[in-house]
C-alpha cells in the first residue's frame, strides 16, 4: 500500500456515490416523464410485473368491478 491509497479509496467511494444518485434522479425523471404522458392522453401510469406502463380508464373500471 502506498500513501495515495486512502486518496483513491476515498476518490472511488464518492464516485460511486455520485453514480448512485444520478441513476436515482434519472429514474425519477423517467417516472415524471411517464406520469406526464399518460395524463396527456387522458391515462392512468399502472405498475405491471414488467414495469410501468399507460392504462386507459376503462380498462381500470372494468377490473375494479
Known amino acids: 500500500m502506498t500513501d495515495r ?11 460511486v456515490l455520485v453514480l448512485l444518485l444520478w441513476a436515482c434522479a434519472w429514474q425519477e425523471k423517467a417516472h415524471q416523464r411517464a406520469e406526464a404522458y399518460c395524463q396527456d392522453h387522458q391515462m392512468v401510469l399502472v405498475e405491471t410485473a414488467a414495469g410501468e ?3 386507459p380508464l ?6 375494479a368491478r
Request: charge should be positive; hydrophobic fraction near 55%.
Open 5 to 15: 491509497t486512502p486518496i483513491i479509496v476515498i476518490c472511488a467511494l464518492g464516485l
Open 53 to 55: 406502463r399507460c392504462a
Open 58 to 63: 376503462w380498462a381500470l373500471e372494468r377490473t
